[in-house]
């Protein structure tokens, strides 16, 4: 059989080097992946070199198009005439492939403008990556591409392979064809297609995912320093890609993040997953990853919040990559939670009953109808409950007539007919291939027509001759109740993100006052913020600007309740930490000395702040604290924060983020996620907190942030009482700072 290393070629738009071809747009990534010609800068014979290597496997998969070799020292090259320069090549050049000095790059590139290349690969490292005469050059590689010289990839890149058209415009060994092939069973058009900034992890994912899974790929991109084409313009021509189901995405950092939702909201609308590992959790990793991506990286948690806004699966391992694109190739996701086994074993299916539910799947009992259907092939020593024990006597049961399904049979399709369940799962001992090779033909019958995925678990590792069945059939197989539970939650997971995003975006925010967006832009003590707020509807209690002792007495006469003290001063945002905050005040006495006291303090701790006064604030009652807040990420811009307040937002550090915008429903979907989320909604016979107050606090503050454009950098409500149910909630504490402000040493005293 085939493998995936020696697919048959296929035709497609300008494959031949005839016929037509789509118009070349700016963007035409069909003749990028597709050239209709190729010239290959410094081609060499040695096939022990990386220029001698991507010249070797484009001759191995006989390349169609018009392939020019440049050499200025030798006159051919394996049989191939060769041009001393770009400039005599007799015909136009899709695609330049150049692996040369990094300092020689930007020369030849400009020749590559010079006589209209449209795509170049620079698969040269020593740019960005390695300092900064290597970014210099790097930015100057950027420049061209920008304005007129080809479009590129990379440098510091791997190239691609087109499978479908067999084109190997790389070096890597995966692809040399004469490697043993990864044989598959499988038929139709390749299904996957990979898109990673690694070069290498692409590559071996490919493999992976054809020797695990036998799944046959369509294209396998390497993107590297994406100093021009970068991931997502790949990830989205993968989308378009009439043959392609799943998109395989890794990625060390997203440089253009304005992309992700237009791309991830079209993948949606074509029920095609975007499945995503984004390398640098840890701080080890973020290291590495400046280290080879040479770029800034936001936060992780708005990697995570971002790919869970736009309904991308992000996963940590090269396994469940694997697993999730054979999931995704062969079935559609689950309706629900609901998971129904099946099981040879009594034992290995309580395992995987124990890996669903520890995940978050449900395991429910089966309805009446079912058990009564299952009854007639389950022995009485059997179960029929779920899991559904067949015991090994079912398996080695001789199949029935031509009109009568075997025991395994009919009690897989009782189960995948079963109301209650919305995916199921064949539990069996595969190491031999008898247990599926006797009910080949009732086993293909019943696949052709699922309406449910039927994922196999084999609690011995699988035979070939099983893996080649499984294939066949056009099922997939597992040797893990983890990645079978993983891979199930998964795709659930992604069919409620496309229900929920089915809905369309939201609203636009309109935009908020002239003068609001100059003073956001140029950052806020507490009193102006709080007023800032309170214009655009955030509940904020009462309180005011005193000058003098005296004013400050006067002001919380008319409170006629204990108030606080609050030192305001743009360049003191920490007031607690030099003393600045004074707490249950009542007497005029007291209130006096306590503003000259606060006073007193910032002299003494910021002696070159300006201090505008001090803040008399009505002291709220307590209430549940919460803490929300906007910040900035390096890559996604800004980004809603909410979880638990007060003290304990940097111990427990229990706190969820969201990109803008944030309206009711995302609010109640973060508040739901803090594992301090019981506290709200009450427990032990404590009421409920008001949730919809925060919620709507959480909706208005986005609208506003949305209405500021990019005016303020981060904004921090902290703490935000929270009361019962009904009885609303208030911002006690808020701190902004502008996009415009300087933040001086004092401020972080």
């Known amino acids: 059989m085939s493998g995936v290393s020696e697919l048959s070629k296929q035709s497609g738009p300008g494959a031949s080097g005839e016929g037509p071809i789509k118009a070349a747009t700016d963007m035409d990534l069909e003749l990028f992946l597709n050239p209709r ?50 400039a005599e090549i007799p015909g136009p050049v899709d695609l330049v492939l150049m692996a040369v000095r990094a300092d020689a790059t930007l020369g030849l590139l400009r020749e ?52 479908k058209a067999q084109i190997p415009a790389t070096f890597a060994r995966n692809v040399d064809a004469r490697r043993p092939a990864i044989a598959t069973r499988r038929s139709g058009p390749g299904t996957v297609t990979i898109v990673a900034q690694s070069g290498g992890l692409g590559f071996a994912i490919n493999d992976r995912c054809a020797g695990e899974h036998g799944l046959i790929v369509n294209y396998v991109v390497s993107t590297g320093n994406e100093v021009d084409l970068e991931a997502l313009d790949f990830a989205d021509f993968a989308v378009r890609d009439a043959d392609t189901r799943v998109v395989l995405l890794l990625v060390e950092a997203i440089k253009c993040a304005e992309k992700l939702p237009a791309l991830a909201a079209r993948a949606i609308a074509a029920r095609k997953p975007i499945i995503v590992s984004k390398f640098g959790r840890t701080d080890a990793g973020s290291r590495a990853v400046g280290s080879h991506a040479a770029r800034l990286t936001g936060s992780d ?48 299916g ?112 699988p035979s070939q001759a099983s893996r080649e069945l499984v294939q066949e059939l056009g099922l997939v197989c597992f040797a893990s109740t983890r990645r079978v539970a993983a891979t199930i939650l998964h795709m659930v997971e992604y069919a409620e993100a ?57 002001i919380a006469a008319g409170f006629a309740a204990p108030v606080a003290l609050k030192i305001q001063s743009r360049q003191i945002q920490h007031k607690t930490e030099i ?20 006073m007193a303090r910032a002299g003494q701790h910021a002696p070159d702040a300006t201090v505008d006064g001090v803040l008399v604030q009505k002291m709220a009652p307590m209430g549940r604290e919460l803490a929300v807040g906007i910040v900035h990420d390096a890559d996604f811009g800004p980004m809603m924060m909410v979880g ?40 032990r016979g404590k009421p409920a907190a008001d949730i919809e107050a925060v919620a709507m606090l959480m909706e208005k503050l986005s609208r506003m942030v949305e209405g500021a454009g990019d005016a303020c950098r981060e904004i921090d409500l902290n703490p935000v009482f929270v009361y019962d149910e009904g009885k609303g909630a208030i911002i006690v504490d808020s701190m902004i700072v502008g996009r415009d402000e300087v933040i001086s040493a004092e401020a972080h005293q």
């Open 350 to 461: 309580v395992w995987m009953a124990d890996a669903c539910e520890s995940v978050g799947l449900s395991v429910p009992l089966l309805d009446d109808v079912t058990q009564q259907a299952l009854a007639q092939y389950i022995p009485s020593y059997g179960a029929i409950h779920n899991p559904v024990d067949m015991t090994a006597q079912v398996s080695v049961n001789p199949v029935g007539g031509s009109v009568q399904l075997s025991p395994l049979v009919g009690s897989v399709k009782a189960m995948l007919e079963s109301p209650s369940l919305h995916s199921v799962v064949l539990v069996a001992n595969m190491s031999d291939g008898d247990v599926l090779a006797r009910e080949r033909d009732q086993l293909a019958e019943l696949a052709a027509s699922l309406q449910k995925p039927l994922f196999l678990y084999s609690h011995a590792p």
């Open 498 to 554: 496309c229900e929920r995003l089915s809905g369309g975006l939201p609203d636009l925010a309109p935009a908020i006052a002239a003068d609001d967006v100059t003073a956001l832009a140029g950052g806020l003590c507490e009193y102006e913020a709080k007023a800032l707020l309170k214009r655009y509807g955030l509940p904020v209690g009462d309180e005011a600007l005193a000058k003098t002792a005296d004013e400050a007495a006067q």
């Open 112 to 163: 590559c403008a010079a006589i209209g290349v449209r795509y170049a690969i620079c698969y040269s490292s020593g740019f960005a990556e390695s300092g900064e005469d290597g970014a210099r050059m790097q930015r100057e590689l950027a420049e061209l591409a920008a304005n007129g010289g080809p479009r590129l990839c990379g440098p510091n890149t791997a190239g691609f392979f087109n499978v």
């Open 579 to 598: 003393g600045g905050v004074l707490l249950g005040l009542n007497d005029a006495a007291e209130i006096k000395a306590g503003f000259d006291t606060v």
């Open 37 to 86: 010609s190729i010239a290959i800068i410094g081609a060499s014979a040695d096939t022990g070199s990386i220029r001698g290597r991507i010249l070797d496997y484009l001759l191995q998969r006989e390349y169609p198009g018009k392939l020019y070799l440049v050499s200025p020292t030798q006159a051919e090259i394996r049989g191939h005439k060769t041009y001393p320069t770009l």
């Open 644 to 683: 638990l307040g007060g003290i304990f937002i940097e111990v427990l550090k229990d706190v969820v983020i969201e990109p803008l915008p944030v309206r009711r429903d995302t609010a109640l979907s973060m508040l739901r996620r803090l594992r301090a989320w019981p506290i709200l909604e009450g427990t």
């Open 301 to 348: 948690e708005a990697y995570d919040a971002a790919f869970r806004r736009h309904g991308m699966i992000r996963v940590d391992d090269e396994d469940t990559l694997a697993d999730l694109a054979a999931a995704f190739s062969v079935y559609a996701p689950p309706a629900g939670r609901n998971v129904g086994i099946l099981t040879t074993s009594g034992g290995a």
